[in-house]
DNA sequence: CGCTAAGCGGACTGACCAGTCCGCTTACTG
DNA sequence: CAGTAAGCGGACTGGTCAGTCCGCTTAGCG
């Protein structure tokens, strides 16, 4: 996929895509390449030789957030417990949630990349095993659940409680 | 406040005041201020006649939406049954937040505003009531439950079930 | 009616931003 | 170490936006 770097341009584009990851959590889907390239201490004419839009920048950034999130499901389904590790789960992406301002719009940016797709296989898992259990109510699902991320950033107790089986 | 207004001044003010409502419940708060002199069918001049500046325009629809809310809790608050009447008021201003993009940012720039301190009372009054009459958890208050209005818009069932007293 | 101040709208400005381009620099190859 | 392609950055473009200004229009008073 991607060719030979050399060794200047390699360290480039480290380098931005750190920057771009600080600037898109701190500001949200809005900061200027400007302010990225600035951060990242380049040109910003850099940061479009190696993605062709700003809006391809931000996807290759939250593609990693998003794999991130999946790696913690799949390690929540190696839990023995299905009602715990659901919810620590539930409360890890409201962490990431609260500390990046980008993800919601950066999430709609990415729903059509097979990142995302793995995610909701793995959320799916991690929501019906908990459901077998008998520790999240039936009647949800799990992009219901994504959908409820920031809602359990701010509320958690109220939402999990919500999320809870009832009777 | 207002000095008297000449008749077709006035008549544009209502206008651009219906337009501007539309516009920011459409396309959010960065509805532009020529899209909505368009829609009221004024010049762009006529807005800054009438508010120094955009944010100014905002804020006074904004204020109106709160007014709306305001005013349904306080309808609430004449129910004779605490549980449901505000139940009902959350499902009202969830209907109005999924009707308009701009309720969230809007809220944020009116929080200093007499307006939205009044409704924080209603809100208020409504939730401590629900809770004496054991409908309603103890350990959230109305500031929470306004917080959760987006969640409710989408999950109505597992917000509200959070919210209800537990035991 | 005629006078005038209130009102009008659109041309204009300056700030900002994504994306392009090209002359200079530098890492690697042989 | 020399040649060169890969890489670089910043000037430039075109578009959008909020906010200003001024010559024209008109409501409404006397």
Same mark, same amino acid.
């Given at each position: 996929m991607t060719a030979t770097l050399r060794s200047d341009a390699k360290r480039n584009l480290d380098r931005l895509l750190a920057a771009a990851s600080e600037c898109f959590a701190e500001h949200g889907? /809005? +900061?200027? %390449? /400007?302010?990225? +390239? =600035? =951060?990242? &201490? %380049?040109?910003? &004419?850099? #940061? !479009?030789? =190696? !993605?062709?839009?700003?809006? +391809?920048?931000? #996807?290759a950034v939250m593609v990693e957030r998003v794999r991130d999130l999946t790696r913690a499901a799949e390690e929540a389904l190696e839990d023995p417990e299905p009602g715990p590790a659901f919810e620590r789960f539930l409360r890890r992406a409201a962490e990431v949630y609260a500390q990046n301002r980008a993800i919601v719009e950066g999430f709609e940016r990415c729903v059509e990349t097979e990142e995302v797709g793995a995610l909701k296989v793995a959320v799916g898992r991690l929501v019906r095993r908990a459901q077998h259990a008998g520790a999240v109510r039936r009647d949800v699902t799990a992009e219901d659940v994504m959908d409820l991320v920031p809602a359990v950033s701010r509320h958690p107790d109220v939402v999990l409680d919500g999320l809870r089986a009832t009777r």
């Amino acid at each position: 996929m991607t060719a030979t770097l050399r060794s200047d341009a390699k360290r480039n584009l480290d380098r931005l895509l750190a920057a771009a990851s600080e600037c898109f959590a701190e500001h949200g889907v /809005d +900061a200027s %390449v /400007d302010e990225i +390239a =600035r =951060r990242a &201490g %380049v040109g910003h &004419g850099t #940061v !479009f030789r =190696r !993605f062709p839009t700003k809006e +391809a920048l931000l #996807v290759a950034v939250m593609v990693e957030r998003v794999r991130d999130l999946t790696r913690a499901a799949e390690e929540a389904l190696e839990d023995p417990e299905p009602g715990p590790a659901f919810e620590r789960f539930l409360r890890r992406a409201a962490e990431v949630y609260a500390q990046n301002r980008a993800i919601v719009e950066g999430f709609e940016r990415c729903v059509e990349t097979e990142e995302v797709g793995a995610l909701k296989v793995a959320v799916g898992r991690l929501v019906r095993r908990a459901q077998h259990a008998g520790a999240v109510r039936r009647d949800v699902t799990a992009e219901d659940v994504m959908d409820l991320v920031p809602a359990v950033s701010r509320h958690p107790d109220v939402v999990l409680d919500g999320l809870r089986a009832t009777r």
